[in-house]
């Protein structure tokens, strides 16, 4: 494996539509600015995230120091996708909606860019750490996820997220999940951990590897990123009301103090319910049965963060 001070090239993964396209221009600035390290930089940059993801794969299987992905938390996704299980690490650059894998879990500087930047130049300085990632099985094809996997209430947020174009920012999943109260109803789930299977009523349901996800919400506070295990937070059937009320804790964590909101943890997960789409790091990837099992130590990142 490369060491560290030697990580002379590079590849950049570049999102140009993340966050609707307002950080086009992230990109660019970080490639000039890690080529005036003297490094190598190959620049892979498409609105199509297949393309995207095939370009990246092919990077990392030719030799590569490192990988950087610029864009939110789908974009690191797919970083991952092209990284887990090899010993290239993974660096994310936040322009996207919500940044939770790159500033919750790297600790990337949040809403500056020339920090942001430096900090990754300093990271390709440092050993890589080898992080927890989540392999979850969809129609037959599997696929990484380095964050979360939610079905529900948060997945139906994620929906209407992902079709607004205003409000800019973080703000989007706030508006979305008021929008989404209007609709709010008891979910039936067929919930399945570690071989032990349950049925079970709740409004949302969330697959965490990540404590945070939604642009800051602290979904899964004591979620850590290296115990082999998979946090999965279940809340009972609550009212508009008690939704509203139990709303702003999550940004705290202090939620999950409520007698209505569980976590448990688990290895592998199979998550059932019919009709209902589910997503993973924001990304749409279509309705249930899910299967999801955590890889220890599957992913090289540079990161900054500790859990």
Known sequence: MTTPSHRSHLAV?????????????????????????????????????????????????????????????????????????TDVPLGVMPSGTGNDTACGMLGMPEGDIDAAIATIIDSLDKPARHIDAGVMTHDGIERWFV??????????????????????????????????????????????????????????????????????????????????????MVVRPVSRFDLLRIFPKVFTGEHVKDPRVEIRLARRIRLESPGLVGYSDGERIGPLPFDIEVRPGALAVLATASQ
Request: glycine share 14%; proline share 4%; hydrophobic share 40%.
């Open 147 to 232: 964050s979360t996997v939610s079905a529900g209430f948060d997945g139906k947020v994620n929906e209407r997220t992902n079709h607004m174009r205003w409000p800019k920012g973080p703000n989007r999943y706030i508006v979305a999940m008021l929008l989404e109260l209007v609709g709010l109803k008891p979910i039936h789930y067929i919930l399945t951990l570690d071989g032990v299977r349950t049925e079970e009523q709740g409004v949302l349901l969330t697959v965490a590897n990540n404590r945070r996800y939604g642009g800051g919400m602290l979904i899964c506070p004591s979620a850590k990123w290296d115990d082999g295990l998979l946090d999965v």
């Open 13 to 85: 993964a570049i999102n140009p539509s993340a966050s609707q396209g307002k950080g086009k221009d992230v990109g660019p600035h970080l490639v000039e600015a890690l080529r005036a390290t003297g490094r190598t930089v190959d620049v892979i940059q498409t609105d199509s995230y297949e393309h995207l993801l095939a370009g990246a794969k092919q990077a990392v299987a030719a030799g590569i120091d490192a990988l950087i992905v610029v864009g939110g938390d789908g974009t690191a996704q797919l970083g991952t996708n092209a990284c887990a299980g």
